[in-house]
């Protein structure tokens, strides 16, 4: 349930899917986004970086937020195949991906890559979506708080905000699997994770946005985005279809307390 005064963000991604023709997900996206869910909740599609500039493009005058799934640290350089975080701005990217923990295994990014990934972020003028998250064996340990916390702590630089981040927890077990940890875990995880972020930024940290991120479905958001400081869902598979994504978007928004 989002923390109160706290705007709840679903965000996509699209990993390495989607060829042109997927601009038809952001056409279908836009047209039920109009029905008024943006007045409750933000909204960020990461497609792979071949499809940022067609989806800036389709979404227009919607203020669904369109963001890249990595970044290199500099500004440009001899880094062959890499894109730089001005590069996403460039083509109207409001945020990016760092330290999906796919990239941490199929690339071996660390915490001091995320870390400098994410300041790499904040200079281009990109708010930065901080991913961790424990894997099965770390959990099976009893160490997951303890590995998140270490991981929070090395890849969220100082200087952190409720503008230049958002941190997404995602069991690395959860991911693509079609298994959620248990409503109380996903609690115990976000109320550990708030604790880190008010004891290192203050106020701020209390300010900023904590997802979940993990097979949430349409069938599921509602209970596994339900426990305090769950502040919206980064979402993989299901961000595919845009009839998915939107149930999602719509469980968070029908979580958000009425204004009184
Ligand atoms: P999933 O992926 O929703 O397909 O589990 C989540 C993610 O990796 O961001």
Redesign the pocket.
């Known amino acids: 349930m989002p923390t109160d005064g706290i705007r709840p963000l679903v965000a996509g991604?699209w990993?390495m899917n989607g060829l042109r023709r997927s601009v038809d997900t952001i056409e279908a996206l836009k047209g039920r986004a109009q029905e008024g869910v943006l007045e409750r909740i933000d909204m960020l599609v990461c497609p792979p970086v071949t499809l940022v500039a067609l989806a800036v493009k389709t979404m227009d005058t919607v203020p669904i937020h369109i963001g890249g799934q990595t970044c290199h640290p500099a500004e440009s350089g001899a880094h062959t195949g890499d894109i730089a975080p001005e590069m996403l701005l460039d083509v109207g990217a409001s945020y990016v991906l760092t330290g999906?923990?796919?990239r941490r295994t199929d690339h071996g990014e660390s915490d001091s890559d995320v870390h400098a990934q994410t300041l790499g972020a904040w200079r281009a003028g990109l708010c930065s979506v901080v991913?961790v998250g424990e894997t099965k064996d770390e959990r099976e340990a009893g160490n997951e708080i303890s590995v998140v916390a270490g991981q929070i702590a090395g890849s969220v630089p100082d200087g952190a905000t409720a503008e230049n981040t958002v941190v997404?927890y995602?069991p690395v077990w959860?991911?693509?699997?079609g298994l959620t940890p248990t409503v109380g875990d996903i609690a115990a995880m976000h109320d550990a994770i708030r604790a880190e972020l008010t004891g290192r930024f203050g106020d701020e940290g209390g300010k900023m946005r904590i997802l979940y991120?993990?097979?949430?479905k349409p069938g599921n958001a509602a209970e596994v985005l339900a426990p305090n400081n769950v502040d919206g869902a980064?979402?993989?598979?299901?961000?595919l279809s845009a009839t998915d994504f939107m149930g999602i978007a719509d469980a968070v928004a029908g979580l958000v307390k009425p204004e009184s």
């Not at 959860?174 to 699997?177: K, N, Q, Y």
């Not at 980064?234 to 961000?239: F, M």
């Open positions: 991604n990993k999906h923990s796919e991913c997404a995602e959860a991911i693509g699997t991120g993990g097979s949430v980064l979402v993989g598979g299901a961000s």
